[in-house]
Every structure is written in structure tokens, then in C-alpha cells.
């Protein structure tokens, strides 16, 4: 579909949700927000400003900025796609039958279909990938709601802003906002930490980091109403939950819902051609070669709701051209161990198995330890900066060698800012020449105030080494 920075039913451009609306530009936006906290840390480094503020946040500058990129990006990828042959076509495609799509003319300058002005195109095989879409819960005045697509294109920095979810894409923007130092910023989830599906650990740790840098949160709160104030413009959110008696926020310039997305499937037309969807999640079934009900028809990424990231729709794509085209008839995804990170501030590496996966996965039988640290960066001992690290791996087994999620391999990826390839044949070697070595290694650079944990590891000495923390998991079985 065409290009447009804010996604629609018929606008969109070559890139996709993370290069145009989605990792790329919200890791710019980052790297704007870390400045502030740059310039306060130099101070206990000797640098000296003057009276008055030498850096004041220019968001308009950076939006400028950040806008260019994403134009040249869409230009990059629509060359790489002519460079390799592929023919082009812009406009919005949907099934007529199992072999054919159809593709409506978009007119740019309106973003609107073209009545009656489409073409179609036959395949022996058809891919789906057509991502997924900001969902927003439905509330009264819920319409007023910004979504990612649309908070990555405001033109000037909320002065007061709630964001709705406990995800990535919640705390990653209340991060940016906080960040700058412009903002009040308030988060709100349901649950009593956010980033559910983490390391219990790791969610606690970066929820009293989110506090401590000055986000104001809410949890096991959810929104009641949100209404706006027809002479100041400004919006009052209530939120309410089970047994809680309801909060009132008063004064937002912007409330922003990151709830989630969910399957991009409308006007697709998968009915024509016989394509099944799930009944509960939307999004489009497929088997473990990413073929869908229909035999002619496959789907990879986030319309298919399987793990929604970005490297992992990539490799189910080239898993897929393999298996189709490639003549290996084995190539299927593998998600045995799927590495991810949280560009929040702190921000979050992680791999493998939590500590909670690991006690369930083990019943008792085996035994488990947690290798834990919690300590204050190098950086901001002298920084004047409060904020800390949080690094952990959970042990267990019986080999000493790491495992994957899945199957009993050696072959853990570890997710780190600095060299990860050493860190790897560490981890594969020798656990207890690892072990000291990590903390010396990361102890000077984790000016990111990264959070690792490193699952899925196995012990099999006698006895743990003194680092270690013996964690509730551990039973009298080897």
C-alpha cells in the first residue's frame, strides 16, 4: 500500500509495522529521551554547564529527523525489492480464490480505494503477511485514545500523558516520555506488575525502576470512561478495579492505549478462498510449516498470532521460502529459544526459560538454582544517578549444558549489549570460569542499566559456588 507514517485500512508502505511504525522509530525516539540523563550524569564526571540549561529537548527537531529516516528507509526497502526481481505492486490486496488476488487501486492522495480499479494476479502459492493492528478496549469515550501509530507522530511532547497497558509497547513509551522530562507520566495495568509473561524478578525490579525515575503507576487498575473537557481540551480519565475504589485523572493532554495488537486480517476476504481463522484470537491457523486450512495458502508473522516479533517473522518468512521453493521439506520455524528486549528505561535482554517456567517444567524432580545480582552500575557510582542493574540466570538440570527451550541441545543464544559471542563459549565451556567473568565484564558498561537474564543453564557440580542464591526451587533430587 502506499506510504503514510500513520497506518490505515489503505495506507501503509514498504517496511512494515517495525521499520515504519515500530522498533525503528520508537529506538529513535529512545536514543532522543536518553540525552537528558547524558547531560545530568556528566556533571559528576567534572563536566560543568552554565547558569542556564546548555540542552533543552527539541521534539520537533527530532521528529524532523526521525521522519527523514523513515522516508529513506521506504525508498531503501522498495530498491531492495527491485533489486532482487521482485515486481512491486501498491494497493490493497485480498483472496478471490485459492490461487488469486486481487489488489484495489489506492489513491494516494486521498488514501481511499479506487471504485472498481483493481488487478489480479494468479499463484500457485499465495503468502500472507500482512502483520497485525494497534487494538484499543472498548470503553466509553475509548475513541479518544491515541494508539502507537499515532503517539510516534505527535508534534509536540505531552505535558501529561496516561498510558493504558503493562506490555513492551506501554513501558516503552511511558520510558521515552519520562525520559525527556517534560512529562507526567502515569501507567496503568491490571495486573499487579507490568510485562506480564516475564521473570517475576525481572517485572518487580523494573517496576521499582520505572517508579524510582518518576513514572507514576497504577496497577490492577483498568480505564472506566475517559471525557474531555470541551472549553480546555484537556482529558479526565477514571480507572477503576476488582475490590479498588476508582482513581480519577484529571488534566491529560494525551491518554495512549497500548493493549495489545491483533491479527490484520480485515478486508482480506479469507473466506473467499476457504482460509480458517482462530475463533478466539482472530488470527489465521496454520500448521508448523505456516501452511494455512487451505492447502495453496500460507501465512507467516503477526496475523498468524504465533510469537510477535519481528525476528521471528523473518524466520518463519525464510523458513517458509525454503520449505516452498528451497525443496526442504523439513524447514519450519524453530522457537526454542527466542531471545527479545524491552527498550524501556531500565532496559531488558532476555532468552530462554524464567524461573516460574523452569519450577513448572521441573515438578519438583530436579534440581534448580538462581544466580541473581542486583547492584549499582559503575557509571552512576560517581553519576550521582540512582538507578541499578539487575542480572540472573536460573540453573537447572543435570548435564551442565545449556539447553534449549525445546529440545536437549547446546545452544543458547545470550542476548547482550557487549560481546555476546564470548559470552556464548562461555556459557557453552565453563560455567565456572563464566560466572566470574560476567559480572567483571559488565560491571563497566552497563550504562544501559541493562537487565539480562541468561535461562535455561544447568548445574551438575557438588555443591553451587557462593554466588549463587539458593532459590525455593531446589529439592533433594540431583
Same mark, same amino acid.
Given at each position: 500500500?502506499?506510504?503514510?507514517?500513520?497506518?490505515?485500512?489503505?495506507?501503509?508502505?514498504?517496511?512494515?509495522?517495525?521499520?515504519?511504525?515500530?522498533?525503528?522509530?520508537?529506538?529513535?525516539?529512545?536514543?532522543?529521551?536518553?540525552?537528558?540523563?547524558?547531560?545530568?550524569?556528566?556533571?559528576?564526571?567534572?563536566?560543568?554547564?552554565?547558569? #542556564?540549561?546548555?540542552?533543552?529537548?527539541?521534539?520537533?527537531?527530532?521528529?524532523?529527523?526521525?521522519?527523514?529516516?523513515?522516508?529513506? =528507509?521506504?525508498?531503501?526497502?522498495?530498491?531492495?525489492? +527491485?533489486?532482487?526481481?521482485? +515486481?512491486?505492486?501498491?494497493?490493497?490486496?485480498?483472496?478471490?480464490?485459492?490461487?488469486?488476488?486481487?489488489?484495489?487501486?489506492?489513491?494516494?492522495?486521498?488514501?481511499?480505494?479506487?471504485?472498481?480499479?483493481?488487478?489480479?494476479?494468479?499463484?500457485?502459492?499465495?503468502?500472507?503477511?500482512?502483520?497485525?493492528?494497534?487494538?484499543?478496549?472498548?470503553?466509553?469515550?475509548?475513541?479518544?485514545?491515541?494508539?502507537?501509530?499515532?503517539?510516534?507522530?505527535?508534534?509536540?511532547?505531552?505535558?501529561?500523558?496516561?498510558?493504558?497497558?503493562?506490555?513492551?509497547?506501554?513501558?516503552?513509551?511511558?520510558?521515552?516520555?519520562?525520559?525527556?522530562?517534560?512529562?507526567?507520566?502515569?501507567?496503568?495495568?491490571?495486573?499487579? =506488575?507490568?510485562?506480564?509473561?516475564?521473570?517475576?524478578?525481572?517485572?518487580?525490579?523494573? /517496576?521499582?525502576?520505572?517508579?524510582?525515575?518518576?513514572?507514576?503507576?497504577? $496497577?490492577?487498575?483498568?480505564?472506566?470512561?475517559?471525557?474531555?473537557?470541551?472549553?480546555?481540551?484537556?482529558?479526565?480519565?477514571?480507572?477503576?478495579? $476488582?475490590?479498588?475504589?476508582?482513581?480519577?485523572?484529571?488534566?491529560?493532554?494525551?491518554?495512549?492505549?497500548?493493549?495489545?495488537?491483533?491479527?490484520?486480517?480485515?478486508?482480506?476476504?479469507?473466506? /473467499?478462498?476457504?482460509? %480458517?481463522?482462530?475463533?478466539?484470537?482472530?488470527?489465521?491457523?496454520?500448521?508448523?510449516?505456516?501452511?494455512?486450512?487451505?492447502?495453496?495458502?500460507?501465512?507467516?508473522?503477526?496475523?498468524?498470532?504465533?510469537?510477535?516479533?519481528?525476528?521471528?517473522?523473518?524466520?518463519?518468512?525464510?523458513?517458509?521460502?525454503?520449505? /516452498?521453493?528451497?525443496?526442504?521439506?523439513?524447514?519450519?520455524?524453530?522457537?526454542?529459544?527466542?531471545?527479545?528486549?524491552?527498550?524501556?528505561?531500565?532496559?531488558?535482554?532476555?532468552?530462554?526459560?524464567?524461573?516460574?517456567?523452569?519450577?513448572?517444567?521441573?515438578?519438583?524432580?530436579?534440581?534448580? =538454582?538462581?544466580?541473581?545480582? #542486583?547492584?549499582?552500575?559503575?557509571?552512576?557510582?560517581?553519576?550521582?544517578?540512582?538507578?541499578?542493574?539487575?542480572?540472573?540466570?536460573?540453573?537447572?538440570?543435570?548435564? +551442565?549444558?545449556?539447553?534449549?527451550?525445546?529440545?536437549? %541441545?547446546?545452544?543458547?543464544?545470550?542476548?547482550?549489549?557487549?560481546?555476546?559471542?564470548?559470552?556464548?563459549?562461555?556459557?557453552?565451556? #565453563?560455567?565456572?570460569?563464566?560466572?566470574?567473568?560476567?559480572?567483571?565484564?559488565?560491571?563497566?558498561?552497563?550504562?544501559?542499566?541493562?537487565?539480562?537474564? #541468561?535461562?535455561?543453564?544447568?548445574?551438575?557440580?557438588?555443591?553451587?559456588?557462593?554466588?549463587?542464591? /539458593?532459590?525455593?526451587?531446589?529439592?533433594?533430587?540431583?
Amino acid at each position: 500500500m502506499p506510504f503514510a507514517r500513520v497506518a490505515s485500512d489503505e495506507l501503509g508502505g514498504a517496511g512494515g509495522t517495525c521499520v515504519l511504525r515500530g522498533c525503528v522509530p520508537k529506538k529513535l525516539l529512545v536514543y532522543g529521551s536518553e540525552f537528558n540523563e547524558a547531560f545530568r550524569d556528566a556533571a559528576g564526571f567534572g563536566w560543568k554547564a552554565g547558569s #542556564s540549561p546548555a540542552f533543552v529537548p527539541g521534539w520537533r527537531e527530532l521528529q524532523k529527523a526521525k521522519n527523514a529516516e523513515l522516508d529513506r =528507509l521506504n525508498g531503501v526497502y522498495k530498491r531492495l525489492l +527491485d533489486g532482487a526481481g521482485v +515486481d512491486f505492486v501498491e494497493g490493497r490486496g485480498r483472496l478471490v480464490d485459492a490461487n488469486t488476488v486481487a489488489v484495489d487501486e489506492i489513491d494516494a492522495r486521498t488514501g481511499t480505494v479506487v471504485p472498481g480499479s483493481f488487478r489480479t494476479f494468479t499463484a500457485a502459492k499465495i503468502l500472507l503477511a500482512t502483520g497485525g493492528r494497534p487494538f484499543v478496549p472498548s470503553f466509553p469515550g475509548s475513541e479518544l485514545c491515541l494508539t502507537s501509530d499515532e503517539i510516534l507522530d505527535l508534534p509536540d511532547l505531552p505535558s501529561k500523558i496516561a498510558v493504558v497497558g503493562g506490555g513492551f509497547i506501554a513501558v516503552e513509551f511511558a520510558s521515552i516520555f519520562n525520559n525527556f522530562g517534560t512529562s507526567e507520566v502515569h501507567l496503568i495495568f491490571r495486573q499487579p =506488575l507490568p510485562l506480564r509473561g516475564f521473570d517475576g524478578e525481572v517485572r518487580k525490579f523494573a /517496576a521499582e525502576e520505572y517508579a524510582k525515575r518518576g513514572v507514576t503507576l497504577h $496497577p490492577g487498575l483498568s480505564p472506566v470512561k475517559l471525557e474531555k473537557d470541551a472549553n480546555t481540551g484537556t482529558l479526565t480519565l477514571t480507572l477503576g478495579g $476488582p475490590g479498588k475504589s476508582e482513581v480519577e485523572l484529571s488534566g491529560l493532554s494525551h491518554v495512549l492505549a497500548a493493549t495489545g495488537r491483533k491479527p490484520n486480517v480485515r478486508h482480506l476476504a479469507l473466506e /473467499a478462498a476457504g482460509v %480458517r481463522l482462530d475463533e478466539k484470537t482472530g488470527a489465521i491457523t496454520v500448521d508448523e510449516f505456516s501452511k494455512t486450512s487451505v492447502d495453496s495458502v500460507y501465512a507467516v508473522g503477526d496475523v498468524t498470532d504465533r510469537i510477535n516479533l519481528t525476528p521471528i517473522a523473518l524466520m518463519e518468512g525464510m523458513a517458509f521460502a525454503r520449505y /516452498a521453493f528451497g525443496g526442504d521439506k523439513n524447514a519450519k520455524p524453530d522457537y526454542g529459544a527466542v531471545a527479545s528486549a524491552v527498550f524501556s528505561t531500565p532496559t531488558i535482554s532476555t532468552v530462554g526459560l524464567t524461573e516460574e517456567e523452569a519450577a513448572a517444567r521441573e515438578g519438583g524432580k530436579k534440581r534448580t =538454582l538462581v544466580f541473581s545480582s #542486583s547492584f549499582k552500575p559503575m557509571k552512576n557510582t560517581i553519576s550521582g544517578s540512582e538507578g541499578r542493574a539487575l542480572m540472573k540466570l536460573v540453573v537447572c538440570g543435570e548435564t +551442565d549444558k545449556v539447553r534449549r527451550k525445546e529440545k536437549r %541441545r547446546t545452544s543458547l543464544r545470550v542476548v547482550l549489549s557487549f560481546f555476546p559471542s564470548l559470552l556464548f563459549l562461555l556459557l557453552r565451556r #565453563s560455567r565456572s570460569l563464566f560466572l566470574p567473568l560476567f559480572f567483571w565484564l559488565l560491571q563497566p558498561n552497563t550504562h544501559e542499566k541493562l537487565l539480562l537474564r #541468561s535461562w535455561a543453564c544447568t548445574w551438575s557440580g557438588p555443591r553451587p559456588p557462593r554466588s549463587c542464591r /539458593a532459590s525455593p526451587l531446589l529439592s533433594s533430587s540431583a
